[in-house]
């Protein structure tokens, strides 16, 4: 547990500072949105429309990072948007990791037929881009944001089903299966008792990598119109709404796609150093 202990604090590099910080003021956005945010995200005040960024001075406005086209804030609404795409991303990666997990664990325990359909339906979903698969579903089915992280979870599933396949058919092999099969323990104790929690690490770090995969996939489904309604503060409709307003009002543009950077660099960053800390490839 020292060793452990003494690896784990070896490990905690500026990379690993700088994601924790990130991911943790994107949270607090979200979470803290009604709060934090100086303004309703859909207060309008259209004498004060396309009012560029001011800090301070005679001539501020209050709008620390501009107004839009009717004259909403654009601070607060991408500290509301940050509570869609967290929302969206972590529901989606929750539905994919459980959904991946089961199948590709029960797949890779028992074998058989079932197992080499599966990954033929995996090798199948694996050839067409996740994106352009969250597209053809969100052509057919309402936008609101428990179908979009349903969408994003079917098109994420079998990342999770491969891997967790793969290292299930290497622990079934480990001495400790053996020994467990050794006094009698019945299949479903081993898969659940000591081959899952094996996988968790592995799960932690896919989880992470999606997240941020997700937060751009659904500001990408918004942005082309195909994801939450336009009334929705949703970093991707807020740059759908900058793109006209572009040679104008940069800031439309500008702020809610740096604020995508920072969420998906830092979630980034993150499920690099755990991957660092789980992996024992790397310790050696």
């Known amino acids: 547990m020292r060793?452990?202990?003494?690896?784990?604090g070896r490990r905690v590099t500026l990379r690993a500072v700088l994601g924790l910080a990130l991911v943790t003021a994107f949270v607090t956005a979200a979470?803290?949105?009604?709060?934090?945010?100086?303004?309703?995200?859909?207060?309008?005040?259209?004498?004060?429309?396309?009012?560029?960024?001011?800090?301070?001075?005679?001539?501020?406005?209050?709008?620390?990072?501009?107004?839009?086209?009717?004259?909403r804030d654009v601070l607060s609404r991408i500290i509301y948007g940050a509570r869609?795409?967290?929302?969206?991303?972590?529901?989606?990666?929750?539905?994919?990791?459980?959904?991946?997990?089961t199948l590709g664990a029960l797949s890779g325990f028992y074998g058989?037929?079932?197992?080499?359909?599966?990954?033929?339906?995996?090798?199948?979903?694996?050839?067409?881009?996740?994106?352009?698969?969250?597209?053809?579903?969100?052509?057919?089915?309402?936008?609101s944001i428990p179908n979009i992280a349903v969408v994003l979870a079917i098109s994420g599933w079998v990342l999770y089903a491969r891997i967790v396949r793969?290292?299930?058919?290497?622990?079934?092999?480990?001495?400790?299966?053996?020994?467990?099969?050794?006094?009698?323990?019945?299949?479903?104790?081993?898969?659940?008792?000591?081959?899952?929690?094996?996988?968790?690490?592995?799960?932690?770090?896919?989880?992470?990598?999606?997240?941020?995969?997700?937060?751009?996939?659904?500001?990408?489904?918004?942005?082309?119109?195909?994801?939450?309604p336009p009334s929705v503060p949703s970093w991707g409709n807020l740059m759908n709404e900058g793109r006209q307003y572009l040679d104008s009002a940069w800031w439309l543009e500008v702020f809610p796609g740096c604020a995508i950077i920072v969420a998906t660099a830092g979630v980034g960053l993150l499920g690099d150093w755990l991957r660092d800390i789980v992996d024992p490839h790397l310790h050696l």
Not at 175 to 203: C, D, K, M, Q, S
Request: aromatic share 8%; proline share 7%.
């Open 112 to 143: 058989g037929v079932a197992d080499q359909v599966l990954m033929r339906v995996v090798d199948v979903q694996m050839a067409f881009p996740y994106l352009l698969l969250a597209i053809a579903f969100m052509l057919v089915v309402p936008p």
């Open 31 to 71: 979470a803290s949105a009604p709060w934090l945010a100086p303004r309703a995200p859909d207060a309008q005040d259209i004498t004060q429309r396309l009012t560029p960024p001011r800090y301070g001075g005679a001539e501020a406005s209050g709008f620390v990072l501009g107004s839009d086209q009717l004259g």
């Open 3 to 8: 060793r452990a202990a003494h690896r784990f």
């Open 166 to 228: 793969i290292n299930t058919v290497a622990l079934r092999e480990r001495e400790f299966v053996a020994a467990a099969y050794a006094i009698g323990a019945p299949n479903g104790r081993i898969l659940a008792g000591h081959i899952v929690p094996n996988l968790v690490p592995t799960i932690t770090v896919l989880a992470t990598t999606q997240i941020a995969q997700f937060i751009v996939a659904e500001a990408a489904l918004s942005f082309l119109g195909l994801g939450l």
């Open 84 to 101: 869609i795409s967290l929302s969206v991303s972590a529901l989606a990666t929750f539905g994919a990791a459980i959904a991946g997990t």
